[in-house]
């Protein structure tokens, strides 16, 4: 067998582009005309759901169902950034106006992550290339800034005043008051503490 007259640099140079166009030498070897067979979304939302964890699901799989629904007989390479696009602010018109309502930001921020994470995981089963993902090259809406804002000293004082002067246990309300201001909890949190979790002394059972 004679040797390779290809310059080791040249060999590696080539494997580099490959790699960054998604191709690999079983595409290569693969037979002029013969199609690798793509998945459509209906077919493969389901296996990316069992793959990914319990708290991914939660946030993703309403807008993975909602997904399935618009382009379920759709294959995955099938789909234009520019539809991507579309289908996002067709989800931001028709978010949910609650009393946060911020213009649908929300709502196209997660089908824009719902779709990289399908197209991810098609990406690592080689099912499409990475150049070809048309969801990444789709950019989340632009947060607005922030309504959120500390309350002044002054006010602050106030509350603080007002709940331990007033109610029905004004020690208690006080010291829960207390409790939000140091720690920035959340009502949930302040439900759920435990004696052992205010005084490291106490163990538990």
């Keep these: 067998m004679t040797a390779s007259r290809v310059k080791p640099e040249v060999l590696e140079a080539a494997r580099m582009m490959l790699e960054q166009m998604g191709i690999t030498t079983d595409d290569l070897l693969q037979a002029p005309g013969v199609r690798r067979h793509v998945p459509t979304f209906a077919e493969y939302v389901p296996v990316v759901l069992a793959a990914i964890g319990a708290g991914a699901a939660r946030t993703y799989g309403n807008y993975l169902r909602k ?40 709502s196209g921020e997660h089908l824009i992550a719902a779709l990289r994470c399908v197209y991810r995981r098609a990406v690592a089963d080689r099912l499409i290339a990475d150049a070809d ?12 800034t922030s309504q959120r804002i500390a309350l002044p ?11 331990a002067t007033g109610g029905r246990d004004p020690e208690l309300d006080a010291l829960i008051v207390r409790f939000h201001i140091e720690t920035a909890c959340r009502r949930g949190g302040l439900l759920k503490v435990r004696p052992m979790d205010l005084d490291d002394r106490i163990h538990s059972p």
């Design 67 to 106: 997904i399935v629904d618009r382009w379920g007989d759709r294959r995955l390479d099938e789909v234009t950034p520019t539809e991507v696009e579309t289908l996002m602010r067709q989800f931001q018109a028709n978010a949910v106006q609650r009393r946060n309502f911020r213009g649908g930001t929300g």
């Design 133 to 144: 993902d048309p969801a990444k090259k789709v950019s989340k809406p632009r947060r607005p």
């Design 153 to 163: 000293d002054e006010r602050l004082g106030e509350l603080v005043a007002a709940a």
